[in-house]
T-cell receptor, first 112, second 122 residues
């Protein structure tokens, strides 16, 4: 089992729909969780960080954390074609001393 | 968000040349930086963890004599690809870990990425 797992996709949604991206992690003691967006040929860009259970909203993005179930998700409302990218989930596992462990990413395509 | 500057953005060089890539943390002092490489349509692959004032920690399978890392200050880490060959052609990305804490004392531990360096070895 990988330490951080994401569905590889590709995930395709129509413009205006809600895109839901999921991530599970192995270490129950993890404290910090991040979502990055990576456009093709570019480096990852941080879009959300979340540290406590519940929802955190930032514009069209909502991160949801459930530590008991060991998953973190990202919802993108009113998806736009410009949201088409690979989304990386990152978790700071206690065993890795503050270093983020990245999932392999989920590729999202938003169709006009 | 915090800014990490990486340059050059693109390098084209002849086989056997050494190439140096710089990564600078502009907003905070980064005791820890990371170097990744990424092949087209593949996942990020961590190469090494760069620690200010001490030796880098390399991931399994990464040749430390091939990929020299220096982290001489709290804002600068460099990666030198020595005697580059065509198989070293890749997208190299650095990141810096933000050591600052949120209100309440929780460490942010966010990694901010540089823009990446695309290396092409002819």
């Amino acid at each position: 089992q990988k330490e951080v797992e994401q569905n590889s996709g590709p995930l395709s949604v129509p413009e205006g729909a809600i895109a839901s991206l999921n991530c599970t992690y192995s270490d129950r003691g993890s404290q910090s969780f991040f979502w990055y967006r990576q456009y093709s040929g570019k480096s990852p860009e941080l879009i959300m960080s979340i540290y406590s259970n519940g929802d955190k909203e930032d514009g069209r993005f909502t991160a949801q954390l459930n530590k008991a179930s060991q998953y973190v998700s990202l919802l993108i409302r009113d998806s736009q074609p410009s949201d088409s990218a690979t989304y990386l989930c990152a978790v700071n596992l206690p065993t890795n001393a503050g270093k983020s462990t990245f999932g392999d990413g989920t590729t999202l395509t938003v169709k006009p | 968000g915090a800014v990490v500057s990486q340059h050059p953005s693109r390098v084209i060089c002849k086989s056997g040349t050494s190439v140096k890539i710089e990564c600078r943390s502009l907003d905070f002092q980064a005791t820890t930086m990371f170097w990744y490489r990424q092949f087209p349509k593949k996942s990020l692959m961590l190469m090494a963890t760069s620690n200010e004032g001490s030796k880098a920690t390399y991931e399994q399978g990464v040749e430390k004599d091939k990929f020299l890392i220096n982290h001489a200050s709290l804002t600068l880490s460099t990666l030198t690809v020595t005697s580059a060959h065509p198989e070293d052609s890749s997208f190299y990305i650095c990141s810096a870990r933000d050591p600052r804490r949120l209100n309440g004392g929780v460490a942010k531990n966010i990694q901010y990425f540089g823009a990446g360096t695309r290396l092409s070895v002819l």
